[in-house]
């Protein structure tokens, strides 16, 4: 039988050779999907990881090390009150369509995002915005009803980028940006095609054209990498598989940091965690080296509480919630609970949580607690744990960067309430002196690790696999992003 | 044959009517909102609240159901939750990979099984049987999605021959076959074994017919008596198979488009059920139903004109 097959198959082998990989364009590989095109009206995630940079670009962005720079807009002027911000715009900026960039489409861009009607999923970004004026063509002034010193760095999210009022009706499927490349084509399912911008305003990639590929399945992702199909997987969904790619020349291993603070978030609203003392006890029965080896093939670096490693304010708080599962099971009978306890622990679809979750329960069990673990789509934690606040313990990554003022929300899901800390928060968005700053959000760090909020497990690290002749890919990811303006092949 | 096909056709109505109403409570009644996950973990209630308003998920669920459904009749299958286009469109563009497929992975299998059930009904209990029988047994036990594996790792990763999966379009038809070529071989092989083990056996059943005798007894070789007597009588067990194959590999293909990474139909349902885009889960789902039904309906027919006893019948 087998020569039978063979025989065919080899002719239409040989019929089609696939391309070798040319000098000036790249095969890039993600594992999700966009559902669509418009970054300002859906959760960012896989938007952002094609369009961030790429086609989009906002007033602000961020750099490769997570600091804020000029983009659309070359400087600013913020007024002493610091509830005024003046911007003036790069000139010789057009859309994609060929239609300038100018003042209007600022602020088409914010009214839009802050309307009553919204659907931008970061809306809060926008919040403390009362007006937009443009003032004239090159000039945007932004007025804000209360100070927020986080205002420049929120416009540089990737929920904040310019778009057009022209090209808005269409943007879920033809998306038309600034940016240095403009979007050719998108097979659903399949991929998106970008080119290069000609008539780009800053300088001209490397790139002539790029492909975004979409593969899910981390055995498929593997082959893809493998057989030459792609040349770079960012977020290699197959962390087991990295030692093979390392120890292969034709391959880099490039294993950078998330803004993914991954947390064993606990109901603080409800019993038994709303005793800060039972949630020490489950912070000191938590062994993270063991969660990162077991669940991330030791890839993830520890936290201690809800911060960015990498950034130069996080404080080293992982001391405070050492393992030990001793003074775990001390803490449990101070609480009265010596005869141990059964909670639910709903585990998301992501490897983090479906293996760490195991991990965790073993982990909990050695101290007397039970954790029944379910798991549960996305449709339905986003119910049940995120909405309805149905739960004990769950194990989620926060994604967003610089998100630690979740903790003052309202009724957020994990159900924590201290005015103390949303003090802290408040004088933080009335602050813009650095030095000031940094030392509110240590000091936010610091209350919410004392508290015992969550279990604050690693941060999620993000593998990506590359051809070893391609340079310049984001080696972190300061928001979910793989800008390619700066990618070119060597020899 | 008119009166037979017209009261199938009255059947494959109801079976639709009946199908639509059960698909629109199953999916509804799943807990999950879509605009929840469009919109994840940043957003506010207000954004989600607005969000449903324009996806029109704040109507009440008779009036979406009859709208829906009332939709399908004209063929408007409606607009997609996440992807906001047409779900006609998009399940067109996905029936372009997975109807190819199909259709290659059915044709690889019928030319597999033919020979291999003939050959093994005529040396019925010798070696030659045997060994078709034994093969088939592997290829029946042996996972598709597990063997679409060890195609990949071979002739992808170690010979380079075929890319390890995703799909050109048709723009480029010979890469497009060649695309397809691994994952219709993986979808065949379980198949084409099913289907050799069911022609064998209808054959042998048939060799110890009288007219086969007679066939024989005119000096026919046991090989040709099989060849222009026995397959045609062997057709309705196989032609069911066929049939039941053929929605097999449509709906069934989830797996090895995961595998592939195809833009395919089974990708875009997992895809619509994850995002709980109800309104392509209904519809592809829908669709598959209707193709099953048909399917159905046309071996029902094709009996009909394989054996004509059928159709006086009826």
Known sequence: MTPRILAPLAALAFAAAPALAQENDLTLAIQLEPPHLDPTSAAAGAIDSVLYANVFEGLTRFAADGSVEPALATEWEISEDGLTYTFTLRSGVTFHDGTDFTAEDVKFTLDRARAEDSTNAQKVLFEAIEEVNAVDPQTVEVRLSRPEGAFLSNLAWGDAVIVAEESIADIKQTPIGTGPFRFEQWVQGDRIELARFEEYWGEAPALEAATFRFIADPTAAFAAVMAGDVDAFAGFPAPENLPQFESDPRFTVITGSTEGETILAMNNAREPFDDPVVREAVAHAIDRQAIIDGAMYGIGTPIGTHFAPHNPDYVDLTELSAHDPEKARKLLQEAGLEEGLTVSLKLPPPSYARRGGEIVAAQLREVGITAEIQTLEWAQWLEEVFGNHDFDLTIVSHTEPMDINIYARDDYYFGYDSPAFDEIMTELDATAEPVARSELLKAAQEKIAEDYVNGYLFQLALPTVADARLEGLWENQPTQANPLAGVHWTE | ?314
């Open chain 2, 1 to 314: 044959m008119l009166t037979y096909a017209l009261r199938r056709l009255v059947s494959l109505a109801l079976s639709l009517a009946v199908a639509s109403l059960v698909i629109f409570l199953v999916v509804e009644v799943a807990p999950g909102d879509p605009a929840a996950y469009m919109l994840g973990t940043g957003a506010q209630p207000d954004t989600i609240e607005a969000l449903r308003s324009e996806l029109g998920l704040d109507q009440p669920r008779l009036e979406r159901y009859l709208s829906w459904a009332g939709g399908m009749l004209t063929g408007d299958f409606g607009t997609s939750y996440t992807y906001r286009a047409p779900v006609a469109q998009m399940v067109a563009d996905r029936l372009w990979v997975s109807l190819p497929l199909a259709l290659y992975a059915l044709a690889l299998s019928t030319l597999l099984a033919f020979p291999a059930g003939l050959y093994a009904a005529a040396r019925r209990g010798r070696a030659g049987d045997v060994a078709v029988m034994g093969a088939t047994q592997l290829g029946i036990a042996i996972p598709n999605f597990w063997f679409a594996m060890l195609l990949v790792l071979l002739f992808a990763i170690n010979l380079g021959w075929f890319g390890a999966g995703g799909f050109p379009g048709w723009e480029q038809p010979l890469a497009a076959i060649k695309a397809l070529t691994l994952p219709a071989v993986a979808l065949a092989l379980p198949q084409a074994a099913i289907l050799a083990r069911v022609l064998r056996s209808a054959l042998i059943d048939i060799l110890g017919e009288d007219f086969i005798r007679t066939a024989r007894a005119k000096g026919l070789t046991r090989f040709e008596a099989l060849w222009r007597h026995g397959l045609r009588n062997a057709l309705i067990p196989v032609l069911t198979i066929v049939g039941l194959q053929f929605s097999f590999l449509l709906a069934g293909a989830i797996i090895i488009e995961q595998v592939f990474f195809l833009p395919g139909l089974g990708r875009l349902i997992f895809q619509a059920i994850s995002q709980r885009d109800l309104i392509v889960v209904e519809s592809v789902v829908m669709l598959l139903v209707f193709a099953v039904i048909l399917v159905t309906f046309l071996t029902d027919l094709a009996y009909a004109w394989v054996d004509p006893r059928l159709r006086r019948r009826a």
